[in-house]
């Protein structure tokens, strides 16, 4: 951009935005869609060269998700409601295999129609409907960006007092306390934002191999601490963590079922958002081993966070829930080369853990997220280099220092997203029995299948709203206790649960009696017969179509209508 330009550009909005524009005149048509005003090159079906995730790529992903700090601490507030060690492990387990299978289903269609969730929300929602469930994932990705990144950054702070020692501690500080952060801590938080910050710059299609190094430290760094607090402590002390009555009879019961909650509250960005990563596949196989990959992880991160806890609540007298904070506690009372070295390793281990999992759960839905808002000004990467900037914008020091209730409130994302994934698996598997028409997911007319009422679908909506309403009572006793009734507190505990299958039931029944159309108006024949996911061997376009990507033009060309199509090619892998 000249000099003029730039000029030009913040002479008014108007001209800023003909400036960013992605399909300007003379600008790089390359990032622009095949399918008009709501298409652009990441909504578009990811083509062949950018299908590089593989079989260990998803494993590692779902396998490393699991080291973060949000994991890591969970067992703390599950041990305060009475629950014992061996339960919380229960819990983490079965909850492992519940979200394992709605990952894999959530993910199949993407990875056949290689669309991310943004453009795949479309087809349960209608065309602007959408818009209001991306909204929604976007705005709670952006605050958790925010938190993770402050998390991230204590763990910097670790490492910056074990290079500098007092020098680092005794810096003076020079805000308020109305500030809710210190100069240090401040320092901190900008260095790891800038170590940060270039990944905003990297495609998520060229992302695997970043969590297949976490995937490799991650561990090693989190096992190696264990080793050595178990080593040094001469074992755990499980029964000093909490003062809590342990819960018997029926209060194990429901305890049980919040824990499950709880588990399943720091598991649903990968829920929702795996469509973003799952396009990249080149078969919906190669998504299979993330289920192994969370199975293996949760659980054990869970179990690893209360037994470094235990570990060190014997050794120093206090448990410290937060990593960080025992790190810190070993160099209060180890204090030497050794020490330091070993502690900065392992802290940088779990700053680079920590910042990894804020890309796929936060940076990359984000970018994806304003690309379907907006997608004749955002890409991807420019969405992402946006949720970087707005991590400063949330002030998230201030969000986890005063707002405990808005953090609660954060944990209560299930209750407005699981719905959604139940919508989009019932409309994929039941509905629509696989099959999903790519060019009516980018056209807003009366004729498409994903137009419904005025670019809505009435049903999903309705769904959505009947499951939360069943809930969100539970989310204002969550945040003021006491003050609902025994009731709606156990229907909050079953938060997950209900909310996930009443969306799913009634959205079907919707269906049922009310039928969505599957096919554009003028291919109903042609999509009559094709059966389970007949579309998805011409990835989702009819053969006498003109918006034909150019990689499937030599399979469709001359072909007229899907079935001939379907009948030319099967058996081939596209």
């Known amino acids: ?37 709501w298409s652009n090159k990441d909504l578009d079906p990811s083509p ?17 998700i699991a080291f973060s700090p949000t994991t890591y601490n969970v067992g703390a507030s599950l041990y305060a409601i009475g629950l014992n060690w061996w339960t919380i492990l ?12 709605l990952l894999l289903l959530n993910s199949r269609g993407a990875a056949w129609y ?8 479309r087809a ?44 680092w501690t005794d810096i003076p500080n020079h805000l308020p306390e109305s500030a809710a952060i210190t100069s240090a801590d401040l320092l901190a938080f900008g260095i790891l934002w800038l170590l940060e910050f270039p990944f905003a710059f990297v495609h998520p299609s060229k992302m695997d191999m970043v969590f297949r190094i976490k995937s490799i430290l991650a561990p090693i760094g989190l096992f190696a601490t264990m080793i050595w607090a178990l080593v040094s402590s001469h074992g755990a002390n499980f029964s000093g963590l909490s003062t809590a009555k342990a819960a018997t009879g029926s209060a194990l019961g429901w305890s049980f079922m919040k824990a499950i909650n709880t588990i399943v509250s720091n598991m649903i960005p990968p829920l929702v958002n795996i469509p973003d990563l799952a396009r990249y596949a080149r078969r919906p196989s190669d998504t299979i081993p993330m289920s192994v990959g969370l ?18 609540y014997k050794q120093f007298g206090e448990a410290y829930w937060n990593l960080w904070d025992f790190y810190s506690s070993i160099l209060d009372n180890y204090w030497g080369p050794g020490t330091r070295t070993l502690v900065f390793f392992a802290a940088g281990i779990q700053a680079f853990a920590t910042f990894v999992t804020n890309l796929t759960s936060n ?59 139940a919508i989009m698996v019932v409309d994929y598997y039941l509905i629509r029995r696989g099959n999903i028409h790519i060019p009516s997911l980018y056209t807003a007319q009366k004729a498409t299948p994903y137009y419904y009422t005025s670019g809505f679908n009435i049903r999903a909506f309705i769904s959505w709203a009947a499951a ?93 209508g899907c079935v001939e199509v379907v009948k030319g090619i099967e058996g081939k892998d596209i």
């Open 114 to 121: 290689h669309i991310g969730y943004p453009t795949f929300i």
């Open 363 to 421: 940076s990359i839905p984000v970018g994806c997220d304003l690309a379907g808002l907006f997608p004749r000004y955002f890409t991807i990467v420019r969405g992402q280099v946006v949720c970087f900037l707005l991590a400063w914008v949330c002030v998230p020091w201030k969000l986890t220092y005063s707002a405990t209730s808005f953090l609660t409130f954060l944990g209560s994302y299930l209750c407005f997203i699981c719905p959604i994934v």
């Open 124 to 167: 349960s929602s209608g065309i602007y409907g959408s818009l209001i469930f991306v909204f929604i994932r976007g705005v709670v990705a952006i605050l958790y960006m925010a938190i993770q990144t402050l998390y991230a950054s204590k763990f910097i702070a670790v490492m910056l007092r074990c290079v500098f020692g007092h020098r």
């Open 295 to 312: 199975m293996l992880s949760k659980p054990v991160v869970v179990m690893l966070g209360m037994v470094i806890t235990a570990a060190g």
């Open 468 to 560: 939360i309403a069943l809930v969100i009572p539970g989310v204002s006793g969550a945040l003021n206790p006491g003050s609902i009734g025994t009731a709606a507190v156990r229907i909050y505990d079953l938060g997950f649960l209900i909310s996930t299958s009443v969306a799913g039931a009634l959205y079907w029944v919707l269906c049922t009696l009310w039928p969505v159309r599957i096919f554009p108006e003028g291919k109903e024949a042609l999509g009559e017969g094709l059966g389970f996911e007949g579309m998805r061997r011409t990835e989702g376009f009819f053969g006498d179509e003109g918006a034909v990507p150019e990689y499937l033009v030599e399979i469709l060309d001359g072909v007229e």
């Open 1 to 37: 951009m000249t000099l003029s330009t730039a000029k030009h550009a913040l002479s008014s909005p108007r001209a800023l935005l003909d400036t960013i524009r992605i399909d300007k005149s003379g600008g790089d048509v390359s990032e622009s869609g095949q399918f008009g005003k």
């Open 48 to 64: 062949p060269e950018q299908r590089t995730w593989t079989f260990w790529s998803f494993f590692a992903f779902q396998f490393s």
């Open 90 to 101: 229960i819990a983490s387990i079965v909850v492992s295999g519940m979200v394992a299978a």
